[in-house]
Protein backbone atom coordinates (compact mmCIF):
# COMPACT_ATOMS: atom_id res chain seq x y z
CA UNK A 1 0.00 0.00 0.00
CA UNK A 2 1.22 3.63 -0.64
CA UNK A 3 0.27 6.88 0.42
CA UNK A 4 -0.19 8.33 -3.21
CA UNK A 5 -4.06 8.29 -3.79
CA UNK A 6 -5.68 5.76 -6.15
CA UNK A 7 -8.76 8.49 -5.89
CA UNK A 8 -8.44 12.05 -4.79
CA UNK A 9 -11.94 14.16 -3.98
CA UNK A 10 -11.77 17.39 -3.83
CA UNK A 11 -14.51 20.03 -2.59
CA UNK A 12 -16.96 17.58 -4.19
CA UNK A 13 -20.22 18.96 -4.45
CA UNK A 14 -23.92 17.53 -5.97
CA UNK A 15 -26.68 19.36 -5.74
CA UNK A 16 -29.75 17.21 -6.78
CA UNK A 17 -33.12 18.29 -8.33
CA UNK A 18 -35.98 17.35 -5.54
CA UNK A 19 -39.61 17.67 -5.87
CA UNK A 20 -41.00 20.67 -7.67
CA UNK A 21 -37.37 21.54 -8.75
CA UNK A 22 -36.24 22.32 -5.18
CA UNK A 23 -32.47 22.06 -5.48
CA UNK A 24 -31.30 19.49 -3.11
CA UNK A 25 -27.44 19.69 -1.43
CA UNK A 26 -26.71 15.98 -1.48
CA UNK A 27 -22.78 16.33 -0.76
CA UNK A 28 -21.61 20.17 -0.30
CA UNK A 29 -17.89 20.08 -0.42
CA UNK A 30 -16.29 16.99 0.45
CA UNK A 31 -13.32 16.16 0.38
CA UNK A 32 -10.85 12.41 0.78
CA UNK A 33 -8.44 10.30 -0.68
CA UNK A 34 -8.88 6.16 -1.44
CA UNK A 35 -5.20 4.79 -1.34
CA UNK A 36 -4.54 1.79 -3.34
CA UNK A 37 -5.39 -1.45 -1.95
CA UNK A 38 -7.16 -0.21 1.29
CA UNK A 39 -10.29 -0.80 2.52
CA UNK A 40 -11.97 2.83 3.22
CA UNK A 41 -15.05 3.03 5.52
CA UNK A 42 -17.54 6.29 4.64
CA UNK A 43 -20.00 6.26 7.59
CA UNK A 44 -22.75 8.52 8.24
CA UNK A 45 -26.68 8.46 9.07
CA UNK A 46 -28.90 7.88 6.07
CA UNK A 47 -29.34 10.91 4.02
CA UNK A 48 -25.67 11.93 4.31
CA UNK A 49 -24.68 11.59 0.83
CA UNK A 50 -22.92 8.22 1.03
CA UNK A 51 -24.53 7.19 -2.13
CA UNK A 52 -24.42 10.16 -4.34
CA UNK A 53 -20.87 10.50 -3.96
CA UNK A 54 -20.20 7.13 -5.00
CA UNK A 55 -22.49 7.07 -8.06
CA UNK A 56 -20.74 10.83 -8.75
CA UNK A 57 -17.74 9.28 -8.57
CA UNK A 58 -18.86 6.39 -10.99
CA UNK A 59 -20.16 8.95 -13.47
CA UNK A 60 -23.74 7.73 -12.31
CA UNK A 61 -25.09 10.91 -10.41
CA UNK A 62 -28.79 11.18 -11.03
CA UNK A 63 -30.13 13.15 -14.11
CA UNK A 64 -30.09 16.66 -13.67
CA UNK A 65 -27.58 16.73 -11.18
CA UNK A 66 -24.83 19.66 -10.70
CA UNK A 67 -21.25 18.53 -9.94
CA UNK A 68 -18.57 20.50 -8.82
CA UNK A 69 -15.10 20.19 -7.62
CA UNK A 70 -12.84 17.78 -8.46
CA UNK A 71 -12.40 13.93 -8.82
CA UNK A 72 -9.40 12.52 -10.03
CA UNK A 73 -8.53 8.91 -10.50
CA UNK A 74 -4.95 8.26 -11.07
CA UNK A 75 -4.37 11.53 -12.92
CA UNK A 76 -7.27 11.81 -14.96
CA UNK A 77 -10.12 14.40 -13.82
CA UNK A 78 -13.35 12.26 -13.66
CA UNK A 79 -15.57 15.31 -13.35
CA UNK A 80 -16.79 16.91 -16.38
CA UNK A 81 -15.32 13.75 -18.49
CA UNK A 82 -17.36 11.92 -21.42
CA UNK A 83 -20.15 9.97 -20.76
CA UNK A 84 -18.21 7.84 -23.38
CA UNK A 85 -14.78 7.92 -20.59
CA UNK A 86 -16.79 6.84 -17.69
CA UNK A 87 -17.90 4.77 -19.02
CA UNK A 88 -15.30 2.90 -20.38
CA UNK A 89 -13.51 3.64 -16.84
CA UNK A 90 -16.65 1.54 -15.30
CA UNK A 91 -16.24 -2.15 -14.93
CA UNK A 92 -12.56 -1.85 -16.09
CA UNK A 93 -11.19 0.64 -13.05
CA UNK A 94 -13.93 1.17 -10.46
CA UNK A 95 -16.56 -0.56 -10.08
CA UNK A 96 -20.32 -0.59 -7.84
CA UNK A 97 -22.00 -2.81 -5.92
CA UNK A 98 -25.11 -1.35 -5.44
CA UNK A 99 -27.30 -1.33 -2.52
CA UNK A 100 -30.42 -3.58 -3.85
CA UNK A 101 -28.49 -6.72 -5.62
CA UNK A 102 -31.38 -7.07 -7.33
CA UNK A 103 -31.24 -4.18 -9.55
CA UNK A 104 -27.85 -4.86 -10.24
CA UNK A 105 -28.49 -8.15 -12.18
CA UNK A 106 -30.89 -8.46 -15.22
CA UNK A 107 -33.40 -11.39 -14.83
CA UNK A 108 -33.24 -12.67 -18.10
CA UNK A 109 -30.46 -13.75 -18.38
CA UNK A 110 -28.28 -16.06 -16.82
CA UNK A 111 -25.69 -15.43 -13.66
CA UNK A 112 -22.69 -16.67 -15.87
CA UNK A 113 -23.87 -15.16 -19.09
CA UNK A 114 -24.10 -11.67 -17.32
CA UNK A 115 -20.63 -12.33 -16.07
CA UNK A 116 -19.50 -13.55 -19.48
CA UNK A 117 -20.74 -10.23 -21.02
CA UNK A 118 -19.15 -7.63 -18.52
CA UNK A 119 -15.52 -9.85 -19.29
CA UNK A 120 -15.91 -10.12 -22.97
CA UNK A 121 -17.11 -6.00 -23.02
CA UNK A 122 -13.84 -5.10 -21.07
CA UNK A 123 -11.47 -7.49 -23.47
CA UNK A 124 -11.18 -9.88 -26.23
CA UNK A 125 -11.52 -13.29 -25.19
CA UNK A 126 -13.55 -16.51 -26.29
CA UNK A 127 -17.14 -17.13 -25.05
CA UNK A 128 -15.17 -20.54 -23.45
CA UNK A 129 -12.79 -18.55 -21.73
CA UNK A 130 -14.64 -16.01 -20.47
CA UNK A 131 -16.92 -18.87 -19.08
CA UNK A 132 -14.37 -20.82 -17.45
CA UNK A 133 -13.39 -17.17 -16.00
CA UNK A 134 -17.17 -16.32 -14.95
CA UNK A 135 -17.26 -19.77 -13.32
CA UNK A 136 -14.00 -18.59 -11.30
CA UNK A 137 -15.31 -15.66 -10.05
CA UNK A 138 -18.45 -16.88 -9.10
CA UNK A 139 -16.66 -19.43 -7.13
CA UNK A 140 -14.27 -17.08 -5.43
CA UNK A 141 -16.98 -15.31 -4.48
CA UNK A 142 -18.34 -18.22 -2.50
CA UNK A 143 -21.31 -19.37 -4.74
CA UNK A 144 -21.54 -22.99 -3.73
CA UNK A 145 -21.59 -25.37 -7.22
CA UNK A 146 -20.64 -22.37 -9.31
CA UNK A 147 -20.05 -24.20 -12.06
CA UNK A 148 -23.99 -25.34 -12.22
CA UNK A 149 -24.99 -22.13 -10.67
CA UNK A 150 -23.64 -20.13 -13.39
CA UNK A 151 -26.63 -21.81 -15.66
CA UNK A 152 -29.23 -20.69 -13.23
CA UNK A 153 -31.11 -16.60 -13.62
CA UNK A 154 -31.04 -14.66 -10.44
CA UNK A 155 -34.41 -15.21 -9.00
CA UNK A 156 -33.16 -18.96 -8.55
CA UNK A 157 -30.68 -17.08 -5.78
CA UNK A 158 -31.41 -16.72 -2.18
CA UNK A 159 -30.71 -13.31 -0.98
CA UNK A 160 -27.19 -13.90 0.51
CA UNK A 161 -26.21 -15.98 -3.07
CA UNK A 162 -27.32 -12.81 -5.05
CA UNK A 163 -25.16 -10.03 -3.23
CA UNK A 164 -22.13 -12.69 -3.84
CA UNK A 165 -23.25 -12.72 -7.15
CA UNK A 166 -23.00 -9.07 -7.51
CA UNK A 167 -19.81 -8.70 -5.75
CA UNK A 168 -18.12 -11.53 -8.43
CA UNK A 169 -19.97 -9.12 -11.38
CA UNK A 170 -18.44 -5.78 -10.53
CA UNK A 171 -15.30 -7.36 -9.50
CA UNK A 172 -14.46 -10.07 -12.41
CA UNK A 173 -12.38 -7.27 -14.34
CA UNK A 174 -10.13 -7.04 -11.04
CA UNK A 175 -11.06 -2.77 -11.30
CA UNK A 176 -8.91 -1.00 -9.44
CA UNK A 177 -11.44 0.71 -6.84
CA UNK A 178 -14.76 -1.01 -5.94
CA UNK A 179 -17.33 0.58 -4.48
CA UNK A 180 -19.57 -1.18 -1.97
CA UNK A 181 -22.90 0.23 -1.02
CA UNK A 182 -24.25 -1.33 2.34
CA UNK A 183 -23.55 -4.69 0.57
CA UNK A 184 -24.90 -6.21 3.65
CA UNK A 185 -27.37 -4.50 4.69
CA UNK A 186 -30.14 -6.81 4.04
CA UNK A 187 -28.65 -10.07 5.52
CA UNK A 188 -28.49 -12.32 8.49
CA UNK A 189 -25.16 -11.91 10.55
CA UNK A 190 -23.51 -14.88 9.05
CA UNK A 191 -23.84 -14.27 5.81
CA UNK A 192 -22.99 -10.43 6.37
CA UNK A 193 -19.80 -11.68 7.81
CA UNK A 194 -18.54 -13.87 4.51
CA UNK A 195 -19.64 -11.84 2.22
CA UNK A 196 -17.46 -9.03 3.89
CA UNK A 197 -14.76 -12.20 4.19
CA UNK A 198 -14.90 -12.03 0.49
CA UNK A 199 -14.36 -8.71 -0.45
CA UNK A 200 -11.09 -8.52 2.16
CA UNK A 201 -10.30 -11.89 0.41
CA UNK A 202 -10.34 -9.92 -3.02
CA UNK A 203 -8.37 -7.09 -2.29
CA UNK A 204 -5.58 -9.33 -0.92
CA UNK A 205 -5.64 -11.05 -4.40
CA UNK A 206 -6.06 -7.85 -6.41
CA UNK A 207 -5.09 -5.01 -4.37
CA UNK A 208 -8.60 -3.58 -5.36
CA UNK A 209 -9.38 -0.56 -2.72
CA UNK A 210 -12.65 -1.21 -1.69
CA UNK A 211 -15.17 2.14 -0.26
CA UNK A 212 -17.58 0.65 2.22
CA UNK A 213 -20.18 2.41 2.69
CA UNK A 214 -22.25 1.34 5.38
CA UNK A 215 -24.07 3.18 8.77
CA UNK A 216 -23.04 0.30 10.67
CA UNK A 217 -19.47 1.62 12.95
CA UNK A 218 -19.17 -2.40 13.65
CA UNK A 219 -18.12 -2.93 10.16
CA UNK A 220 -16.01 0.09 9.84
CA UNK A 221 -14.09 -1.09 12.55
CA UNK A 222 -14.08 -5.01 11.38
CA UNK A 223 -13.14 -4.31 7.93
CA UNK A 224 -12.25 -0.81 7.50
CA UNK A 225 -8.18 0.60 6.77
CA UNK A 226 -9.37 4.14 7.22
CA UNK A 227 -12.47 6.19 7.73
CA UNK A 228 -14.60 8.94 6.28
CA UNK A 229 -17.37 9.85 8.57
CA UNK A 230 -19.70 12.47 6.95
CA UNK A 231 -22.66 14.21 7.77
CA UNK A 232 -25.39 15.98 5.48
CA UNK A 233 -23.11 15.70 3.00
CA UNK A 234 -19.74 17.38 4.30
CA UNK A 235 -16.28 15.55 6.31
CA UNK A 236 -16.51 14.93 10.03
CA UNK A 237 -13.83 13.14 10.76
CA UNK A 238 -11.59 11.18 8.95
CA UNK A 239 -8.48 9.17 9.81
CA UNK A 240 -7.05 5.09 10.93
CA UNK A 241 -10.46 3.14 11.16
CA UNK A 242 -9.48 2.07 15.02
CA UNK A 243 -8.43 5.37 16.39
CA UNK A 244 -11.33 7.48 15.23
CA UNK A 245 -14.00 4.85 16.48
CA UNK A 246 -12.19 3.97 19.82
CA UNK A 247 -11.03 7.79 20.54
CA UNK A 248 -13.24 10.23 18.40
CA UNK A 249 -12.77 13.92 18.42
CA UNK A 250 -15.66 14.95 16.95
CA UNK A 251 -18.99 15.57 18.83
CA UNK A 252 -20.69 13.87 16.18
CA UNK A 253 -18.40 10.76 15.30
CA UNK A 254 -18.77 10.80 19.23
CA UNK A 255 -22.39 10.46 19.34
CA UNK A 256 -22.62 7.54 16.89
CA UNK A 257 -19.73 5.12 18.72
CA UNK A 258 -21.99 6.20 21.93
CA UNK A 259 -24.75 4.68 20.58
CA UNK A 260 -23.35 1.38 19.67
CA UNK A 261 -24.60 -1.32 21.63
CA UNK A 262 -21.70 -3.05 23.51
CA UNK A 263 -20.34 -6.09 23.33
CA UNK A 264 -21.67 -7.83 26.81
CA UNK A 265 -25.06 -7.59 27.14
CA UNK A 266 -26.45 -4.91 28.97
CA UNK A 267 -29.72 -3.27 30.51
CA UNK A 268 -28.39 0.19 30.40
CA UNK A 269 -30.10 2.71 28.01
CA UNK A 270 -27.66 3.45 24.91
CA UNK A 271 -27.63 7.30 24.26
CA UNK A 272 -28.74 8.50 20.96
CA UNK A 273 -28.17 11.80 19.28
CA UNK A 274 -30.96 14.02 19.98
CA UNK A 275 -33.14 15.41 16.79
CA UNK A 276 -33.04 14.59 13.19
CA UNK A 277 -30.82 15.64 10.13
CA UNK A 278 -31.43 19.09 8.99
CA UNK A 279 -33.40 19.23 5.52
CA UNK A 280 -30.96 19.08 2.58
CA UNK A 281 -32.66 21.67 0.77
CA UNK A 282 -31.64 24.08 3.26
CA UNK A 283 -28.75 22.95 5.33
CA UNK A 284 -27.56 25.51 7.62
CA UNK A 285 -24.78 28.35 7.88
CA UNK A 286 -22.92 27.04 9.94
CA UNK A 287 -21.57 23.47 11.11
CA UNK A 288 -24.80 21.11 10.12
CA UNK A 289 -24.91 19.18 13.05
CA UNK A 290 -24.54 22.27 15.26
CA UNK A 291 -28.82 22.05 16.06
CA UNK A 292 -27.72 18.73 17.63
CA UNK A 293 -24.37 19.06 19.53
CA UNK A 294 -24.44 19.53 23.05
CA UNK A 295 -21.25 21.42 22.55
CA UNK A 296 -22.77 23.91 19.98
CA UNK A 297 -20.86 27.09 20.03
CA UNK A 298 -21.98 30.46 18.63
CA UNK A 299 -19.28 30.46 16.14
CA UNK A 300 -20.81 26.47 14.95
CA UNK A 301 -24.05 28.50 14.07
CA UNK A 302 -22.60 30.83 11.58
CA UNK A 303 -19.27 29.03 9.76
CA UNK A 304 -18.71 25.84 9.01
CA UNK A 305 -15.63 24.29 10.46
CA UNK A 306 -12.87 23.06 7.53
CA UNK A 307 -11.24 19.82 8.31
CA UNK A 308 -8.30 20.33 10.62
CA UNK A 309 -5.35 17.66 11.44
CA UNK A 310 -4.92 16.66 14.96
CA UNK A 311 -1.34 16.23 15.02
CA UNK A 312 -2.37 12.52 14.59
CA UNK A 313 -0.96 10.77 11.69
CA UNK A 314 -3.51 10.93 8.73
CA UNK A 315 -6.21 12.54 11.38
CA UNK A 316 -8.19 15.36 9.96
CA UNK A 317 -11.51 16.64 12.00
CA UNK A 318 -14.05 19.26 11.20
CA UNK A 319 -14.67 20.79 14.31
CA UNK A 320 -14.58 24.59 15.94
CA UNK A 321 -14.35 22.53 18.73
CA UNK A 322 -11.37 20.38 18.82
CA UNK A 323 -9.15 22.07 21.04
CA UNK A 324 -11.26 22.82 23.46
CA UNK A 325 -13.05 19.55 24.17
CA UNK A 326 -11.41 16.47 25.86
CA UNK A 327 -9.26 14.35 23.95
CA UNK A 328 -10.84 11.46 23.23
CA UNK A 329 -14.71 12.74 23.43
CA UNK A 330 -16.10 9.26 24.68
CA UNK A 331 -19.15 10.90 25.87
CA UNK A 332 -20.78 13.45 23.67
CA UNK A 333 -23.12 14.20 26.48
CA UNK A 334 -20.59 15.01 29.01
CA UNK A 335 -20.41 18.05 30.92
CA UNK A 336 -17.42 20.07 29.16
CA UNK A 337 -15.99 23.03 30.29
CA UNK A 338 -17.58 26.53 28.97
N1 LIG B 1 -32.45 11.01 -7.27
C1 LIG B 1 -32.51 11.90 -6.27
N2 LIG B 1 -33.16 13.08 -6.44
C2 LIG B 1 -33.24 14.00 -5.45
N3 LIG B 1 -32.70 13.82 -4.23
C3 LIG B 1 -32.05 12.66 -3.99
C4 LIG B 1 -31.91 11.63 -4.99
N4 LIG B 1 -31.21 10.60 -4.47
C5 LIG B 1 -30.90 10.96 -3.20
N5 LIG B 1 -31.39 12.18 -2.91
C6 LIG B 1 -31.22 12.92 -1.64
O1 LIG B 1 -29.84 13.20 -1.49
C7 LIG B 1 -29.44 13.08 -0.13
C8 LIG B 1 -28.30 12.11 -0.01
O2 LIG B 1 -28.75 10.79 -0.33
P1 LIG B 1 -27.84 9.50 -0.30
O3 LIG B 1 -28.64 8.38 -0.87
O4 LIG B 1 -26.53 9.78 -0.91
O5 LIG B 1 -27.62 9.28 1.26
P2 LIG B 1 -26.90 8.06 1.98
O6 LIG B 1 -25.94 8.65 2.95
O7 LIG B 1 -26.34 7.11 1.00
O8 LIG B 1 -28.10 7.41 2.77
P3 LIG B 1 -28.60 5.88 2.83
O9 LIG B 1 -27.71 5.24 3.86
O10 LIG B 1 -30.01 6.00 3.28
O11 LIG B 1 -28.44 5.32 1.46
C9 LIG B 1 -30.69 12.67 0.63
O12 LIG B 1 -31.26 13.82 1.18
C10 LIG B 1 -31.59 12.09 -0.44
O13 LIG B 1 -32.94 12.26 -0.10
Redesign the pocket.
Known amino acids: MTDRPLLAVRDLRVT ?3 RGGTP ?1 H ?2 RGLSFDVRPGEVLGLV ?12 TVLGMA ?4 TVGGSVDLDGRELVGASPAVLRSLRGRRMALIP ?1 NALSALSPVHTVGGQLVRALRSNRRMSRARAWRLAVEALDRAGIPDAARRARAHPHEFSGGMRQRAVIAMATVNEPDLVFA ?2 PTTALDPVMQARVLDRLRELRERTGTAIVL ?1 T ?1 DLGVVGGYADRTVV ?1 YA ?1 RHVESGPAVPVLTAPRAPYTAGLVASLPPLEATDRRLPTIEGAPS ?2 ESPPGGCAFAPRCPHAREVCRTEEPAPLPTGEPGRLVSCHRLTDLPDPLTHPFAPTPR
Open positions: LRGVAVGESGAGKSITAHPHGAQDEIHVGAP
